[in-house]
Protein backbone atom coordinates (compact mmCIF):
# COMPACT_ATOMS: atom_id res chain seq x y z
CA UNK A 1 0.00 0.00 0.00
CA UNK A 2 2.87 2.64 0.58
CA UNK A 3 5.95 2.00 -1.90
CA UNK A 4 9.31 4.34 -2.25
CA UNK A 5 10.72 4.17 -5.37
CA UNK A 6 14.03 5.47 -5.71
CA UNK A 7 15.89 7.45 -9.13
CA UNK A 8 18.78 9.54 -10.30
CA UNK A 9 21.78 7.20 -9.09
CA UNK A 10 24.66 5.69 -11.74
CA UNK A 11 27.77 6.49 -13.01
CA UNK A 12 29.79 9.99 -12.57
CA UNK A 13 33.44 11.42 -12.01
CA UNK A 14 35.11 12.57 -9.13
CA UNK A 15 33.95 16.21 -8.76
CA UNK A 16 30.77 15.57 -10.17
CA UNK A 17 27.32 15.75 -9.18
CA UNK A 18 24.13 13.62 -8.80
CA UNK A 19 20.47 14.16 -8.11
CA UNK A 20 18.43 11.33 -6.51
CA UNK A 21 15.13 11.45 -5.72
CA UNK A 22 12.41 9.07 -3.79
CA UNK A 23 9.04 9.37 -3.93
CA UNK A 24 6.60 7.77 -1.71
CA UNK A 25 3.00 6.36 -3.30
CA UNK A 26 -0.05 5.33 -1.73
CA UNK A 27 -2.94 7.41 -0.27
CA UNK A 28 -0.28 9.37 2.01
CA UNK A 29 -1.67 11.20 5.06
CA UNK A 30 2.46 12.09 6.26
CA UNK A 31 5.50 11.18 7.00
CA UNK A 32 7.52 12.43 9.93
CA UNK A 33 11.69 11.62 8.48
CA UNK A 34 12.51 11.03 5.33
CA UNK A 35 16.44 10.52 4.85
CA UNK A 36 19.10 8.72 2.70
CA UNK A 37 21.25 6.05 3.53
CA UNK A 38 24.17 4.27 2.07
CA UNK A 39 25.47 0.81 2.12
CA UNK A 40 29.29 -0.40 0.75
CA UNK A 41 29.05 -4.29 0.56
CA UNK A 42 30.74 -5.73 3.74
CA UNK A 43 29.93 -2.49 5.80
CA UNK A 44 27.21 -1.15 8.10
CA UNK A 45 24.56 0.81 6.10
CA UNK A 46 24.99 4.20 7.35
CA UNK A 47 22.87 7.92 7.43
CA UNK A 48 23.63 10.37 4.64
CA UNK A 49 21.17 12.72 5.78
CA UNK A 50 17.68 13.05 6.88
CA UNK A 51 14.86 15.58 7.04
CA UNK A 52 11.67 16.17 9.12
CA UNK A 53 8.75 17.55 7.79
CA UNK A 54 9.36 21.04 9.54
CA UNK A 55 12.55 21.18 7.47
CA UNK A 56 15.34 20.43 9.84
CA UNK A 57 17.77 18.81 9.02
CA UNK A 58 20.95 17.16 9.91
CA UNK A 59 23.88 15.21 8.09
CA UNK A 60 26.97 12.51 7.80
CA UNK A 61 30.24 14.65 8.56
CA UNK A 62 31.48 12.95 5.55
CA UNK A 63 28.97 14.55 3.37
CA UNK A 64 28.58 18.22 5.08
CA UNK A 65 29.14 20.70 2.36
CA UNK A 66 28.48 18.86 -0.58
CA UNK A 67 25.59 17.32 -0.14
CA UNK A 68 21.85 19.08 0.25
CA UNK A 69 18.85 17.05 1.74
CA UNK A 70 15.38 18.48 0.75
CA UNK A 71 12.04 17.57 0.47
CA UNK A 72 8.28 18.39 -1.17
CA UNK A 73 5.94 17.25 1.69
CA UNK A 74 3.00 17.98 -1.40
CA UNK A 75 4.88 15.29 -3.33
CA UNK A 76 6.07 13.04 -0.66
CA UNK A 77 9.47 13.24 -1.90
CA UNK A 78 12.74 13.81 -0.75
CA UNK A 79 15.97 14.70 -2.54
CA UNK A 80 19.62 14.07 -2.43
CA UNK A 81 21.71 16.72 -4.29
CA UNK A 82 25.42 15.11 -4.16
CA UNK A 83 27.79 17.58 -5.50
CA UNK A 84 31.69 17.46 -5.32
CA UNK A 85 31.53 13.69 -5.33
CA UNK A 86 33.83 11.41 -4.18
CA UNK A 87 35.07 8.14 -5.00
CA UNK A 88 34.37 6.94 -1.52
CA UNK A 89 30.63 8.22 -1.78
CA UNK A 90 30.50 5.16 -4.05
CA UNK A 91 27.51 3.11 -2.00
CA UNK A 92 24.00 2.13 -3.09
CA UNK A 93 21.83 4.63 -1.88
CA UNK A 94 18.47 3.61 0.40
CA UNK A 95 15.70 5.97 0.34
CA UNK A 96 14.42 5.51 4.31
CA UNK A 97 10.70 7.13 5.79
CA UNK A 98 9.87 6.70 9.19
CA UNK A 99 6.54 7.49 10.83
CA UNK A 100 4.26 7.46 7.45
CA UNK A 101 0.27 7.92 8.22
CA UNK A 102 -1.66 6.88 5.30
CA UNK A 103 -5.15 5.42 4.32
CA UNK A 104 -5.25 1.73 4.22
CA UNK A 105 -8.65 1.53 2.45
CA UNK A 106 -10.49 1.51 5.97
CA UNK A 107 -9.09 3.28 8.62
CA UNK A 108 -5.40 5.16 8.60
CA UNK A 109 -2.47 3.59 9.33
CA UNK A 110 0.77 3.69 10.21
CA UNK A 111 4.25 2.18 8.86
CA UNK A 112 7.40 2.94 10.45
CA UNK A 113 11.05 2.53 9.23
CA UNK A 114 10.67 1.98 6.02
CA UNK A 115 12.79 1.31 2.96
CA UNK A 116 13.51 1.95 -0.76
CA UNK A 117 14.75 -0.75 -2.73
CA UNK A 118 18.39 1.01 -3.46
CA UNK A 119 19.95 2.62 -6.09
CA UNK A 120 23.65 2.79 -7.31
CA UNK A 121 25.89 5.61 -6.95
CA UNK A 122 29.33 4.74 -9.00
CA UNK A 123 31.94 7.78 -8.49
CA UNK A 124 34.84 6.53 -11.10
CA UNK A 125 37.40 7.94 -13.43
Known amino acids: QVQLVESGGGLVQPGGSLRLSCAAS????????MGWYRQVRGKQRELVAA???????NYADSVKGRFTISRDNAKNTVYLQMNSLKPEDTAVYYC???????????????????WGQGTQVTVSS
Open 51 to 57: IRSGGSS
Open 26 to 33: GSILSINV
Open 96 to 114: NADHITYYSGKDYSHEYDY
